[in-house]
């Protein structure tokens, strides 16, 4: 399925590179014209993410063009194998063909201009498996070979942090804190995979409930705890809302890493809701 943009702000600077999408034509509609190359776009796997048995894969076609061209995109996946024979990384094994076999998740078309953002997620998966994955683009109203396919990145299941394309932040709205007046609201959220990072920061979206006008508070630091989690460390983060009109509220908690190999990544948690009397 498409990710909205808001889903996908923080993978467009995630540092995963691609092959560019090329078009040649000739002026004219005989004769042997003047060739041109175009450089429109480029297809590229985004970073995934790892849960123990089930991985989010995700992939985006983008252009900085004001281009014409239709594109379709796939998404797809495979199990890693570890030698020339298609064994397996992982005990239990799988057949040769079994690793050569691209899956196809999700396929999504539409206009290169507009970005095209894809997101599907492979499940009953096994801990501790290697998976490759990686996007196709071909332009579909261009007479031509116009195929391309982006780099492949590995990920293994159960591990959070495993590969380069991975976003480690995960993100939990906590319910929020109200002031005995009721007109003064703390939201609350947590984070974890701190330590793949340089510095997280998180931040809370809210709107009145049945509007479309949103609302966002400033980044603030997550203030990690003591201990280790799996990704790495966690922390929680806090912001406070005061004098709003009455009525029913639902938020969102949202973070970002910053730093490191993975530059910047974001995550988010569900929706919660809160009232003010």
């Not at 399925?1 to 999408?21: D, F, K, N, Q």
């Not at 998740?105 to 492979?122: F, K, R, V």
């Not at 609201?185 to 998180?202: D, I, P």
């Not at 609302?215 to 799996?230: C, N």
Request: net charge negative; with cysteine.
């Amino acid at each position: 399925m498409a990710l909205s943009r808001r889903e996908l702000l923080g993978y467009a600077v995630a540092g995963a590179t691609g092959m560019g999408i090329t078009a040649t034509a000739q002026e004219g509609g005989s004769g042997p014209g003047v060739g041109q190359q175009w450089q429109l776009g480029g297809v590229y796997a985004r970073p995934a993410e790892i849960g123990d048995s089930a991985i989010t894969f995700r992939a985006v076609a983008q252009s900085r063009f004001d281009t014409d061209y239709e594109v379709e995109v796939t998404l797809s996946y495979r199990p890693k194998a570890t030698d020339e024979t298609g064994d397996s990384n992982a005990t239990g094994g799988a057949t040769s063909a079994e690793s050569a076999e691209w899956r196809r998740l999700a396929t999504e078309s539409g206009p290169l201009a507009e970005d095209l953002y894809l997101e599907a997620t492979a499940e009953n998966l096994e801990p501790g498996r290697t998976y490759q994955y990686r996007a196709e683009a071909s332009l579909t109203n261009y007479d031509g070979q116009s195929r391309r396919v982006s780099d492949t990145f590995e990920v293994t299941a159960g591990r959070p942090c495993s590969g380069p394309s991975t976003n480690c932040l995960r993100v939990e709205t906590l319910a929020p804190e109200t002031s005995d007046s009721g007109r003064e609201v703390t939201l609350r959220g947590s984070a974890k995979g701190l330590s793949a990072y340089s510095e997280v920061t998180g931040h809370f979206f809210y709107r009145p409930q049945g509007s479309d006008e949103k609302h966002w508070t400033d980044y603030v630091p997550v203030e990690t705890e003591g201990g280790q989690s799996e990704g790495g460390d966690s922390g929680q983060f806090s912001a406070t809302l005061s004098d709003l009109p009455p009525g029913t509220y639902t938020y969102y908690a949202e973070a970002r890493g910053e730093g490191g190999n993975l530059k910047n990544m974001y995550a988010e948690g569900r929706e919660r809701t809160f009232r003010v009397e």
